[in-house]
């Protein structure tokens, strides 16, 4: 069984900056990436930003420039930097683990509880 517990969310004036966390624990082997994705009410889930345990990472266009996702390997832990945060930010944002419980078996959809942003203008 994976765990995925993320942390740091919280209320922030426009302009802010936030630095949410993620663990994941449990019964891996190995992680292959963490991400993290935002959802809005009245909205479909969306990828914010992602990284493989490489160090490869992706932005949405949205936060391009302004969000920054890191990794601590040996915690099985990923790190998203909000800075110069504005109201269409707000959102609950749940992070992601992608990770091989065993050799041969991938197990994708590990999602934490999600951790609430809200920017106020």
């Known amino acids: 069984q994976v765990q995925v517990v993320e942390s740091g969310g919280g209320l922030v004036q426009a302009g802010g900056s936030l630095r949410l966390s993620c663990a994941a624990s449990?019964?891996?082997?190995?992680?292959?990436?963490m991400g993290w994705y935002r959802q809005a009410p009245g909205k479909q889930r969306e990828l914010v930003a992602i990284i493989t345990w490489g160090g490869s990472t992706n932005y949405a266009d949205s936060v391009k420039g302004r969000f920054t996702i890191s990794r601590d390997n040996a915690k099985n832990t990923v790190y998203l930097q909000m800075n110069s945060l504005n109201p269409e930010d707000t959102a609950v944002y749940y992070c992601n683990a992608d990770v091989i419980l065993r050799i041969g078996v991938r197990q994708l959809n590990n999602w934490g509880q999600g951790t609430q942003v809200t920017v106020s203008s």
């Open positions: 449990g019964s891996i082997l190995s992680i292959n990436a």
